[in-house]
């Protein structure tokens, strides 16, 4: 089993900032590949990023290249995701995904049922 446990949302401005954090337990993080996920009222859940276990590999939303970064820190058993220049679409509730079983540079896929664990989630609301 693996608890995730995201922390850091909340409530910004256009053009702000907000690092989300996850925290896993469990289950040796250094073997799991994560993903961030995000869920708009009456929207499907919808990817964010993905990073390998060994952290060498990432992918992204297209709507969030260039403005969001993932990164997985082993020893911390974290994986952050650093929100820039945020927008007002970009306001979900944020969740944290955990898969197991990948190789090294494998990074998982866009679809939840690619993951394995899911974390509560963390609103983050964007004003204009």
């Known amino acids: 089993q693996v608890q995730l446990v995201e922390s850091g949302g909340g409530l910004v401005q256009a053009g702000g900032s907000l690092r989300l954090s996850c925290a896993a337990s469990?289950?040796?993080?250094?073997?799991?590949?994560m993903g961030w996920f995000r869920q708009a009222p009456g929207k499907e859940r919808e990817f964010v990023a993905a990073i390998s276990w060994s952290g060498d590999s990432t992918s992204y939303q297209d709507s969030v290249k260039g403005r969001f970064t993932i990164s997985k820190y082993n020893a911390e058993g974290t994986v952050y995701l650093q929100m820039n220049s945020l927008k007002p679409e970009d306001t979900a509730v944020y969740y944290c995904?955990?898969?197991?079983?990948?190789?090294?540079?494998?990074?998982?896929?866009?679809?939840?049922?690619?993951?394995?664990?899911w974390g509560r989630g963390t609103q983050v609301t964007v004003s204009s």
């Open positions: 469990g289950r040796t993080f250094s073997r799991l590949a």
């Open positions: 995904a955990a898969k197991t079983g990948a190789t090294r540079t494998q990074v998982p896929g866009p679809r939840p049922y690619d993951y394995d664990y």
